[in-house]
């Protein structure tokens, strides 16, 4: 390895080091204010995951700060977070999370939680099954609540779905969960898995890393079946989990407020989706014009993408014609 690769992973190495400390920090910050302002939240993946994993656990870099915050407390996370000199992002593409950030010499993101993907229940029935065996840790002098260690391995399981199994260091943190944990563990997560109707999601993230299908198959978690897990399986494009969305919303009204709100979002969206639009009127009226457009370039793949799912099924028509 040349000396320059090498200078450029010890750069790489500091800079993850100086990130970690200042999402440390940060974190310490919001716990003394969430205290303060009696917001109850779980501290989810970074240095929870990092300290139960890894050996080193600056080893696992963390990009941003995961917070699951109890039903009811949302509004004073919220005003927590602005106090503290944050903003909310536009709305993506996420309904489990909103997204703050705080400009700085490195941005700090903090995704606040209320839910977790791949759960079927509620959040307020979700929230006392996911915060029971809860327990603490210690980062930068404050105590921080954090999943025990079911809930944390349901959490493993889950965070793949996101990504259709594709993130090297999900795939790793859960590849590490299923050495270090005994089956004992496991077993209380698929307990808690069918208690949040996440069975099948857990049985699908499993199966996304070596070791993992046996360990499905050893729990008893089915193999997916419906078309929205089946669509996180097969990575489709964007657009795919838009027509679901679509095709899932029941009633003409909500379909069209979705159609709405997908053809016409709001301005700081735009803002986010199609950089012009960050300099002018101009550039915003731009992006309005192009983004029907951008859609329907971008529609064919993803209904090519979501009739093969749909298709394959149980209940699709791959699915009719076996039966036939």
């Given at each position: 390895?040349?000396?320059?690769?090498?200078?450029?992973q010890a750069?790489g190495r500091?800079?993850?080091?100086?990130r970690?400390?200042?999402?440390?920090?940060?974190?310490?910050?919001?716990a003394?204010?969430?205290?303060?302002?009696?917001?109850?939240s779980?501290?989810?993946?970074?240095?929870?995951f990092?300290?139960w994993l890894?050996?080193?656990p600056?080893?696992?870099?963390?990009?941003d700060i995961d917070?699951?915050?109890a039903?009811?407390?949302?509004?004073?996370?919220?005003?927590?977070l602005?106090d503290?000199g944050?903003r909310s992002?536009?709305?993506?593409?996420?309904?489990?999370?909103t997204?703050?950030?705080?400009?700085g010499?490195?941005d700090?993101?903090?995704?606040l939680?209320?839910?977790?993907?791949g759960?079927?229940v509620?959040h307020?029935?979700?929230w006392?099954?996911?915060?029971?065996?809860?327990?603490?840790?210690?980062v930068f002098?404050?105590?921080l609540v954090?999943?025990g260690?079911?809930?944390?391995?349901l959490?493993?399981g889950?965070q793949?779905?996101?990504d259709?199994g594709?993130?090297a260091?999900h795939?790793?943190?859960l590849?590490?969960?299923l050495?270090?944990a005994d089956?004992?563990v496991?077993q209380?997560?698929?307990?808690l898995?069918?208690e949040?109707n996440?069975?099948?999601a857990?049985?699908l993230?499993?199966?996304?890393v070596?070791?993992?299908r046996e360990?499905?198959d050893?729990l008893q978690l089915?193999?997916?079946?419906?078309r929205?897990?089946?669509?996180?399986?097969?990575r489709?494009?964007?657009t795919?989990?838009?027509?679901?969305?679509?095709?899932?919303?029941?009633g003409a009204?909500g379909?069209l407020r979705l159609?709405?709100?997908?053809?016409?979002?709001?301005p700081?969206?735009m803002r986010?989706?199609f950089?012009?639009?960050?300099?002018s009127?101009?550039?915003?009226?731009?992006g309005?014009a192009?983004?029907?457009?951008?859609l329907?370039?971008?529609?064919?793949g993803g209904l090519?993408a979501w009739?093969k799912?749909a298709r394959s099924a149980p209940?699709g028509?791959?699915a009719?014609?076996?039966?036939?």
């Amino acid at each position: 390895m040349s000396s320059n690769a090498l200078d450029k992973q010890a750069l790489g190495r500091r800079l993850f080091a100086v990130r970690a400390l200042l999402l440390d920090g940060t974190l310490a910050e919001i716990a003394r204010t969430f205290r303060e302002k009696d917001v109850q939240s779980l501290l989810l993946k970074g240095p929870a995951f990092a300290r139960w994993l890894y050996e080193e656990p600056r080893r696992r870099a963390y990009l941003d700060i995961d917070l699951l915050v109890a039903p009811g407390s949302f509004d004073a996370a919220e005003s927590a977070l602005a106090d503290l000199g944050f903003r909310s992002l536009p709305r993506l593409f996420a309904a489990h999370h909103t997204v703050w950030q705080r400009d700085g010499l490195l941005d700090v993101d903090v995704d606040l939680h209320h839910g977790v993907v791949g759960v079927g229940v509620p959040h307020e029935v979700a929230w006392p099954y996911l915060a029971k065996g809860a327990e603490t840790i210690e980062v930068f002098g404050e105590r921080l609540v954090v999943p025990g260690l079911p809930a944390m391995a349901l959490t493993l399981g889950l965070q793949l779905l996101q990504d259709g199994g594709a993130n090297a260091k999900h795939r790793e943190d859960l590849r590490r969960a299923l050495e270090k944990a005994d089956f004992g563990v496991w077993q209380a997560a698929a307990t808690l898995a069918r208690e949040l109707n996440a069975h099948e999601a857990l049985g699908l993230g499993l199966r996304f890393v070596p070791g993992g299908r046996e360990m499905a198959d050893r729990l008893q978690l089915p193999a997916p079946a419906s078309r929205r897990l089946l669509l996180w399986a097969s990575r489709p494009p964007a657009t795919a989990g838009g027509i679901e969305r679509l095709v899932s919303t029941k009633g003409a009204v909500g379909k069209l407020r979705l159609l709405r709100e997908k053809l016409a979002p709001s301005p700081e969206f735009m803002r986010w989706w199609f950089p012009p639009a960050r300099r002018s009127r101009w550039g915003l009226a731009a992006g309005y014009a192009w983004r029907p457009i951008w859609l329907a370039l971008k529609l064919p793949g993803g209904l090519r993408a979501w009739l093969k799912v749909a298709r394959s099924a149980p209940g699709g028509s791959a699915a009719k014609r076996d039966r036939a």
